[in-house]
Every structure is written in C-alpha cells, then in structure tokens.
C-alpha cells in the first residue's frame, strides 16, 4: 500500500511539474512579441497571402508580340486564332527579331510569334511551312501558356488544310483523315490543372514546421540572451529530471499548433477551393506525429542554435530546400541519394508527402504508412536529442549558478 501511494504521489507531482513548466512557457511566448508573431500571426496570415497569390490556378492572357513578314490572309488567321485563345493576347506588332527581344527584357511582352515571308507561299505550294515560337524562360508557366497555344493553332489549321485538299465526300471521311486515331487526357487528382491544387498543399505544411521552429528557437534564445538559464536550475532539481520539462514545454507548443494546424490544413484549402478530398481523421492522424516531431525537432535545434538571429537564418535559408527534398516540386528521381538520406532528417519531408496524398489524392492512412512510422521514428529519436541537450544545457546553468553563489559567498 505503502509503495503504491509513494507511486501515485509520484504521478501526481510530474503532472503538477509538467503543467507548472506548460504555464511558465505560455506566460513566455504571449509576453515576447517576436515570438508572437513568428508563432501565431505569421501561420495566421501568410497561408491566406500564399493561397490568394495562386488562388487563380492557371495563367491567362500572357502578352505576345507578333512579326508577320508573311502579310497574308494565312498568316492573320493564324494570328486571329492565336489571340482568341484565354491563355495568351498579342500585346504588340513588331518589325524585326531586336524589336521584340526588347519588348521581353522590359517584360512588356513573355515571348513572341515570327511568321516567314514565305508562310503562305508554301503552303500554297504544297510544301511544309513553319511558325517560330520564341519564349522567356524565365517563366515556365508563361513559356507552356506560349508554346501549348502556338501548337495548339497550328494543329487546327492543319487539319483544316488537310480537308480542304483532300476531296473527301463525307464529315466522316474529312474526320477519318484529320485524326484516325483519337485521345482522351484524363487529368487525375489535380482536375483543373492548376498550380494552386499542385503546390499549396505541400507548402502549407511547410509553413507549419518552419513557424513552429522559429517560435521555439526564438523563445530559447530570448531566454539565454536575458540569462534568464539559472530559472532552469531550481526548476530542473525540483522537477527531479529533464523529462517533465520536455514534456511540459512541448505539451506548450503542441496544444498552440493544434489549432493552427487544422486552421491550415482544413480551413485555408476550402476558402480558396482548392483540392480537399482527404479524410479528416486521416489527416488528424498523420498530423498528430507530424506536430509531435517539430516540437522536438526545435527543441532540439534550439539549443544548437544560441542566438535569435541566427535561428531565423536558418529556417528562412532551409525553406526552399525542404520544399524541393520533399519530392512534391521536384521528382524524387531526380534527387540524388544522399540529398534524399539528409531529407529522412526532416520531417516536413515525410509530413508533406503523407498530406498530399492524403488531401490530393484520398489515401488512406494504411496507403501513407510508410510516412506515418517515419514520423513517428522521428518523434521517439527527436525526443531523446531534446532530452539530451536540455540535460547539458541544464547541466551548464547549473554549474554556473553554483560559481556564482561560490563567488557571492567568498565575497561576503
């Protein structure tokens, strides 16, 4: 009896101390303003901004400059279809190459369309004419709205040519001879074929973990730059070990990214229209380790990281680079194998790719398993690194302290 009271004493004391540190680290994070603005209003308000920017999904009216040296009726039909199409506008007429190639170093055009002196000529003649399509690209949505079009143009005309000199009787013979064999493009997950749908997904979890990593490396590092460590000490002999101040500082920071997660990744896609046929259990339960494993994962960084300023570096620095280790922007083919081990080392790497199967493609949680373990391999591996370093950090104001009070007490 004696040892099972001891036991629920025990319990009861680690759960006053966890939630003693939880409300101490809560004071911290309303009091620091920079800490407030990396931690809550940043992943408030920059997925709307991300979101609103590629809320149009596709590019329409890319400006076009046109040089008809032809000054055909062939050469402006070509042009009237090319300027009827939603994605490209011929924005002005040129008289030469270097005329144009200024228009696109002032941006005031993306590319332009030279049709030859002898466009209609040949094709009068029976002979293979050709368009030539110049584009910037520095712009690749801008250089596939140009080029798709002028492709698209030309096949109609050629169809077109090809019934008006063939001699064919019949719509079903003309059909026959413009396309024997047809195509249906069925576009999977990602309908509209937008570049929202494509990448919102990813980034938004994205921005979870870097704001999350900024807030706690932010707030450690206020608390080492205000020698505010020697409030670790007292706290750490009281509390009888690490443990329940990881705990009670990630149960701090888990509980604020609980809300923002399911703000982010439920509410922002369905403001903007974005694709969102994920389970929502499903999405809570790959989420649940995701959180976990930043928690820990910046607790850990934050006390490799000493200053404020350099923590922000970081993050901003490692954003773009997550994002393509992801395999969302870029193929996981193309990435080279010890690129994709540093990747294992993250975990937006397993969080992004278990999201946008799950919110693009409506898998299920056994479809992500793979992701779902990682993560959870993470949690358990970043738990113990926090652990560990908070112990020699702990273990360092500790004998500071003691030098301290060694040095007041010679003193007097």
């Not at 055909?72 to 039909?77: D, F, I, T």
């Not at 000529?121 to 030539?132: A, G, I, P």
């Not at 143009?153 to 026959?176: C, F, P, W």
């Not at 278990?354 to 693009?360: D, G, M, T």
Request: hydrophobic fraction near 45%; aromatic fraction near 12%; charge should be neutral.
């Amino acid at each position: 009896m004696a040892a099972q009271e001891s036991l629920r004493q025990r319990i009861r004391q680690g759960i006053f101390d966890m939630g003693h540190v939880w409300l101490n680290e809560m004071k911290t994070l309303v009091k620091d303003e920079g800490v407030v603005i990396f931690f809550i209003i940043v992943p408030l308000l920059y997925p709307l901004l991300y979101s609103w920017a590629y809320n149009n999904e596709v590019v329409r009216e890319v400006p076009v400059a046109v040089i008809d040296d032809s000054h055909s009726s062939l050469s402006r039909e070509f042009i009237r279809l090319y300027d009827s199409s939603p994605d490209v506008k011929v924005a002005r007429y040129c008289n030469n190459m270097e005329e144009a190639k200024t228009l696109i170093g002032h941006q005031e055009v993306y590319g332009y369309v030279y049709l030859p002196s002898d466009f209609s000529t040949k094709v009068n003649r029976m002979e293979q004419s050709r368009v030539v399509v110049y584009t910037s690209m520095s712009f690749m949505l801008y250089y596939k709205a140009i080029y798709q079009t002028a492709v698209s143009v030309s096949s109609s005309m050629n169809a077109d040519i090809q019934v008006k000199v063939s001699g064919q009787m019949t719509d079903r013979e003309n059909e026959l001879l413009t396309a024997p064999m047809t195509y249906e493009e069925v576009a999977l997950f990602n309908k509209p074929g937008g570049y929202g749908s494509f990448i919102i997904p990813g980034v938004l979890v994205l921005i979870l973990q870097q704001t999350l990593l900024l807030g706690i490396g932010m707030a450690a590092g206020t608390a080492r730059e205000t020698n505010r460590e020697r409030a670790l000490v007292p706290v750490s002999t009281h509390y009888h070990g690490i443990f329940r101040i990881v705990l009670g500082k990630s149960a701090c920071y888990t509980m604020v990214y609980a809300v923002l997660a399911a703000y982010e990744l439920l509410v922002v896609p369905r403001l903007f229209n974005f694709i969102h046929i994920g389970n929502h259990l499903t999405i809570l339960a790959v989420m649940v380790p995701f959180i976990l494993a930043c928690v820990f994962f910046g607790m850990f960084l934050s006390c490799i990281v000493r200053y404020r300023e350099n923590i922000i570096l970081l993050i901003v620095f490692t954003s773009v680079p997550f994002l393509f280790l992801s395999g969302v922007s870029w193929p996981l083919s193309g990435i080279p194998s010890y690129w994709q081990g540093v990747s294992w080392l993250i975990p937006s790497t397993f969080g992004i790719r278990a999201f946008v199967r799950i919110n693009s493609m409506g898998a299920t949680l056994k479809e992500v398993q793979v992701e779902y373990i990682a993560l959870w391999m993470q949690v358990l591996a970043y738990f113990f690194l926090a652990c560990i370093v908070y112990r020699g950090h702990v273990s360092q104001a500790q004998k500071r302290h003691e030098e301290s009070q060694a040095s007041a007490e010679a003193a007097s």
